[in-house]
């Protein structure tokens, strides 16, 4: 089956939690192969993690490794160990035979779950022959196994070959993002706040301060939710931007490690800014480029919309710089300023290329390299942000002090 | 609860140690906090260069007895780091290191963005070492953030905000150089008084100067101030102005800031044989003149030879002489690229041979061998190949690789006016 849902929706935990609960209830009646599409970026590789996860839960030898023939063989040979530790040896044509009898029959039957994260990359590996031979088995009923894959892509069935799509259980659970703001909180809340019960689990000799303690943490985080409107407007502010409880946990670090050592006071947390926020784009880092590096991508920028081409070179940018700052220089001189200095080619040119190290531009030409040949200064480059958008930062006053005299040169074209 | 947190006297002597950096600092130690606090899978230090990110984590990381492995990953890149099986591997063996191990462990992944061979899944796969092993965190440290580089949902980010003008002075003035007086006498409290007035002031006017331009790195500005401080403290030394009249000093000095070869030393990056092609290479006389026919096949529509190069027709030539070759700025509406910003263009072998011909000032020697010539200016990168076609296919196209300023160059030992032949 499959559990698809955003990034932050809990996917994991829950299948965490469940086979925790599994766990606890049939100890020791079956293997958990955890396996990630990030880690595990082809089948090969999959299959030899499945034996090491498999080996070490059943404390396999080494040396009972399956020479590596082809895949269906070493996966099938796996199952074959789990479904007779006795046979080892069995031929494949035996251990399906074998299989196919009663599991209850046979007490050292062992049921497998295999855990497939991130699922869409698993669908992209060439012929998909691990989907295609766990989804076999599992279907066929060779041997007690369960696939379970965790996505975010809502279309990853349809990424799935024909073959392999006909033995997918078409099971779907679909995890949303609370659809309420009250929703939210409760998630959040549920993060935040002590656990009573647990408490009185973990902790056997609770003496009452304790106890007076969290519970006035408690009530602390509820009123703040209730009567602090910083807090409301920061949590609102979240869940219109991502949803997402983990940015609100991650917003929540500095505050709590501030306030601990004023725990019992009641602490009071204020959530002004989200000071370990992911930087939206990547114009944050317009406020740490020199004067030059700005100017000239705010040429480039101007070029897009000038002569109407997505691509650019430095001579073409140096030029219009050039153009941008004659004017201004004679004014600027005559005031004794050296703001719209002209600044020499090469000298432009080494911040040309820094910004293409920040990647503002990149290259236009596929497989660069060597740039087709060109010199430096011919080599074509787009340029990744546009002028409205550097305008905006300038306005903003984001892009450093003192800046907001470039931002005419966004505006007039 | 009190005695677990960090000494607050750390963060004093690690304040003193790095000024302007204190919310970062505290930021760190939130994260990274102490054996019994936890520690999120994954943290982001962002930055861009001089920004004191890997220096203030290992001195943190250091101080505070943190268990850490640092990774540069920037040269590694090419090797087994690169290849996202292995970061499997590295998965199981560093849970199979750490499975007895109590304390939090760090891995440190220096300018992971470097990585020359980085794909999205590579770090993405890093990102989740994290929460694959519980006790170690994997600390990225990158200089341009990347939104959705993990692609996992939002781990902590620690943003080392470039220095502002007055910081970087701030951390300038740690390092006051002195004046290299000649008559020395006893060195004073006054003089040192005196000469961090000086400094900070000449820090000033090197900022506003020439580093808010261009270097705006701490190291950058510091290279910078370091190379002038000398020659302009130099009458102050000779005891011919006083500590105290700066403004006339600056006055004195005033051209030194108008340079800019104290800048490039510093902000260019040497190019990598870039600086020798500009040598101009002595050619054979049939060279030069084949190199000038390339040039302006490379950067004059073809549509226009027949006005240039008509042996019959003087009119073009006439109407450019004396014409100014400085490109002429038009500001119209959607205007037009000049040419010659737009980079060389392709051209076939015989426009090449045809306005060689043309641009010959007397017959041809029946000895001379151009195709030889052409082969070496090809082997001399003078001339690139531009289509994938094979060298001798009829349809192969050529570019020129030689700047505007090495043709004039060239024209000008051959006594050929290229600029009657450019087109505007």
Same mark, same amino acid.
Request: a negative charge.
């Given at each position: 089956m499959l559990i698809i849902g955003a990034r932050g929706t809990g996917k994991t935990t829950l299948l965490e939690s469940a086979i925790s609960d599994l766990t606890e209830e049939h100890k020791g009646e079956f293997l958990t192969v955890r396996l990630n599409g990030f880690f595990q970026t082809d089948d090969k590789i999959a299959l030899r993690e499945i034996w090491r996860q498999l080996g070490v839960e059943m404390e396999l030898d080494e040396r009972d490794q399956p020479k590596t023939t082809n895949f269906a063989d070493t996966l099938s040979s796996i199952l074959a160990i789990l479904s007779h530790p006795d046979e080892l040896r069995a031929p494949d044509g035996e251990g399906e035979e074998l299989a196919e009898e009663d599991p209850s029959s046979t007490t050292t039957t062992l049921s497998v779950i295999f855990i497939l994260e991130e699922f869409d990359l698993f669908a992209t590996h060439p012929r998909q022959t691990l989907l295609y031979n766990l989804f076999d088995i599992a279907q066929s009923r060779k041997a007690p196994i369960a696939a379970i894959g965790t996505t975010t892509r809502i279309d990853v069935v349809e990424s799935l070959e024909k073959r392999v799509k006909s033995r997918f259980s078409h099971r779907t659970v679909h995890l949303k993002n609370p659809p309420t703001l009250k929703g939210f909180w409760e998630i959040c809340k549920g993060g935040l706040s002590v656990d009573m019960d647990e408490v009185d689990a973990e902790i056997n000799g609770s003496s009452d301060e304790d106890r007076r303690c969290f519970e006035a943490w408690n009530t602390h985080i509820e009123n703040l939710y209730k009567s602090d409107k910083q807090f409301q407007r920061h949590l609102r502010r979240i869940y219109a931007q991502n949803k997402d409880p983990k940015s609100f946990f991650n917003s929540c670090i500095l505050p709590l490690s501030d306030s601990v050592t004023s725990f019992p006071m009641g602490p009071s947390f204020s959530l002004s800014a989200n000071q370990l926020d992911e930087p939206d784009s990547i114009l944050s880092i317009l406020d740490g480029l020199t004067d030059l590096e700005l100017t000239l991508l705010i040429a480039a920028a101007r070029l897009d919309i000038i002569s109407d081409t997505d691509t650019c070179n430095f001579q073409m940018a140096y030029s219009e710089y050039t153009a941008l700052t004659s004017p201004l220089k004679v004014a600027s001189s005559a005031a004794g300023v050296t703001a719209g200095r002209l600044w020499s080619k090469e000298v432009a040119l080494g911040a040309w290329e820094r910004l293409a190290e920040y990647e503002l531009l990149v290259p236009a030409v596929i497989g660069g390299g060597s740039g087709g040949g060109v010199s430096r200064e011919g080599r074509m480059w787009r340029v990744e942000v546009g002028l409205a958008e550097i305008g905006k930062c300038l306005e903003m006053g984001r892009a450093g002090i003192g800046r907001a005299g470039l931002g005419k040169w966004c505006k007039e074209v | 609860m009190t005695d677990e947190m960090l000494p607050t006297e750390l963060l004093t002597t690690m304040n003193e140690q790095f000024p302007c950096r204190a919310p970062q600092i505290r930021r760190l130690a939130a994260l990274v906090g102490t054996d019994e606090t936890p520690s999120p899978p994954a943290i982001v230090l962002h930055g861009l260069e001089a920004t004191g990110k890997t220096t203030i984590l290992r001195t943190f990381m250091d101080s505070v007895n943190a268990s850490y492995t640092a990774g540069v990953?920037?040269?590694? /890149?090419?090797? $087994? &780091?690169?290849? &996202? /099986? $292995?970061v499997c591997a590295l998965g199981v063996r560093l849970s199979g290191v750490l499975s007895g191990v109590e304390r939090k462990h760090f891995l440190v992944l220096d300018r992971v963005d470097r990585t020359r061979e980085g794909s999205s899944v590579l770090f993405a796969a890093l990102g989740r070492l994290g929460e694959m092993i519980p006790i170690l965190t994997v600390i990225f440290i990158l200089s341009v953030p990347k939104p959705r580089l993990l692609s996992s949902a939002e781990p902590p980010h620690i943003h080392f905000a470039p220095y502002t003008k007055e910081e970087s002075i701030k951390i300038l003035s740690k390092y006051v150089r002195r004046i290299p007086f000649q008559d020395i006498e006893e060195y004073t409290q006054k003089d040192a008084k005196e000469e961090l007035y000086v400094w900070q002031k000449f820090c000033g006017t090197v900022w506003d100067s020439l580093a808010k331009g261009t270097a705006r790195g701490v190291v950058q500005f510091r290279a910078i101030v370091d190379e002038m401080w000398e020659p302009f403290v130099k009458p102050i030394a000779e005891g011919e102005y006083g500590t105290r009249n700066y403004s006339s000093l600056y006055l004195l000095h005033k051209d030194m800031f108008r340079r800019e070869t104290n800048v490039i030393d510093v902000v260019v990056p040497v190019g990598a044989g870039e600086k020798a092609v500009t040598k101009i290479h002595d050619l054979p006389y049939y060279s030069k003149f084949l190199l000038c026919a390339a040039y302006l096949a490379s950067y004059n529509p073809a549509r226009q030879d027949a006005v240039f190069f008509m042996k019959n027709n003087d009119f073009g030539r006439k109407k450019r002489r004396g014409g100014t070759t400085g490109s002429t700025k038009r500001t119209a509406k959607n205007r037009k690229i000049h040419r010659r910003l737009l980079g060389p263009q392709a051209f076939p072998l015989e426009r090449l041979q045809a306005i060689f011909a043309a641009i010959l000032p007397h017959r041809m020697s029946s000895s001379a061998d151009i195709q030889t010539q052409i082969a070496t200016l090809t082997s001399l990168r003078l001339l690139t190949k531009a289509s994938a076609t094979d060298v001798l296919e009829a349809g192969a196209k050529w570019r020129v690789n030689a700047g505007w300023d090495y043709i004039r160059h060239v024209a000008r030992s051959v006594k050929f006016d290229i600029e009657d032949f450019v087109a505007e």
């Open positions: - | 990953t920037e040269n590694v /890149g090419g090797g $087994d &780091a690169g290849r &996202a /099986g $292995d």
